[in-house]
């Protein structure tokens, strides 16, 4: 399963949309946030989930699709040829390495140590 849409594509961007949320922007500041759009704070265990069980467990299943991928057969007659799997994944690429690739631009373009 390839494509820009599937579900691999679609593990990989929630891990790094969680990953920012509890650690870029950080994990306090984003309940402060939901407190003030709900009203009340929510249960602590919504800030353990976003900064650690969903991104494990999303890198977890993206590793797994990707350690047991099996070519894309059509039909259970048809293997596509090699060159089109290779355009599946470089579209597929084209879409999960927007975010990856622009936190490392910032964090070379950044003045400071990463800590800071």
């Not at 509890?22 to 407190?35: I, K, L, N, P, S």
């Not at 003030?36 to 590793?63: D, E, H, N």
């Not at 699709?65 to 099996?70: E, F, I, M, N, R």
């Not at 690429?93 to 622009?102: A, E, K, Y």
Request: glycine content about 8%; charged content about 15%.
């Amino acid at each position: 399963e390839t494509g820009s849409a599937s579900g691999t594509t679609l593990l990989w961007q929630a891990f790094w949309e969680c990953a920012v949320i509890a650690w870029v922007y950080g994990a306090d500041r984003f309940m402060d946030d939901v407190a003030c759009m709900i009203g009340y704070r929510a249960c602590p265990w919504m800030k353990w989930c976003r900064s650690f069980f969903t991104p494990l467990v999303c890198m977890g299943v993206f590793i797994f699709k990707t350690v047991y991928y099996k070519p894309l057969v059509y039909n259970n007659t048809y293997m596509y040829p090699w060159w089109g799997e290779a355009m599946g994944w470089g579209f597929t690429l084209s879409s999960m390495l927007c975010v990856p690739l622009h936190l490392l631009g910032c964090l070379l373009r950044a003045k400071g140590t990463v800590a800071e």
